[in-house]
């Protein structure tokens, strides 16, 4: 419904801890506050997680998570959505807010099919104080439009610490907006991307190589 807001398989979660959770083939339409997995999070512990699917939305959109409100922390989770939204828009959270992602990916596309976006990123859309290590964005980000604002790589604005962040080197369509306020990462092919180098940069004590193409 693209009138309802909060929507997630969890809509609200606060001093939770989610961990070995998947979920697959979903489907979500709605207007803000939409994650794949919790809608809204406070001081929420996402641990070993994953998304595939589709998620439809406005303003707070993420693969993982729509909006963190304080301080969420999210570990070795990923996300491989399609994502259509306009504004706040991250392969894993839309919105971020003083929280943590280490070990965590997301392999998604993520569009705007009616108006131009803002504040989109291939781990976070909207950062404020968010913290990343080893993460990677190996997402496609298509803008609609010349005036869209505020995109990049890994973050849609550049606040917070990013320690072993990397995005795939051809990321973006319709590249037309000379904005470049957002946070990208150090940027890799996807041969980079699927070799054992890269598996030791990120930290091969949690990480591993995947020789299935279809995954990255």
């Known amino acids: 419904d693209t009138t309802k807001d909060n929507i997630g398989l969890f809509g609200y979660t606060s001093g939770a801890r989610i961990q070995n959770l998947g979920i697959s083939n979903i489907s979500i339409k709605a207007r803000n506050n939409v994650g794949g997995l919790v809608a809204i999070t406070n001081n ?95 997402c496609k980000i298509i803008r609609n439009g010349t005036t869209n604002t505020n995109f990049g790589k890994i973050k849609g604005n550049s606040s917070g610490t990013n320690t072993n962040c990397y995005s795939r080197d051809s990321v973006f369509v319709n590249y037309t907006n000379s904005n470049t306020t957002g946070y990208n990462g150090t940027q890799k092919t996807n041969a980079q991307l699927r070799s054992s180098g890269f598996v030791t940069l990120l930290n091969n004590a949690i990480w591993q190589l995947d020789y299935n193409d279809s995954i990255n």
């Open 44 to 138: 929420t512990t996402i641990d070993s997680c994953f998304v595939y699917g589709f998620i439809s939305g406005v303003r707070n959109v993420g693969g993982l998570v729509g909006f963190d409100t304080v301080a969420s922390t999210i570990n070795r989770s990923f996300t491989n959505t399609t994502i259509d939204a306009q504004t706040n828009v991250g392969g894993l959270v839309g919105n971020h807010n003083g929280g943590t992602i280490n070990n965590s990916y997301s392999n998604s596309e993520i569009y705007s099919s009616t108006t131009p976006n803002s504040y989109v990123g291939g781990i976070i859309g909207r950062a404020a104080s968010s913290n990343l290590t080893n993460v990677y964005s190996a």
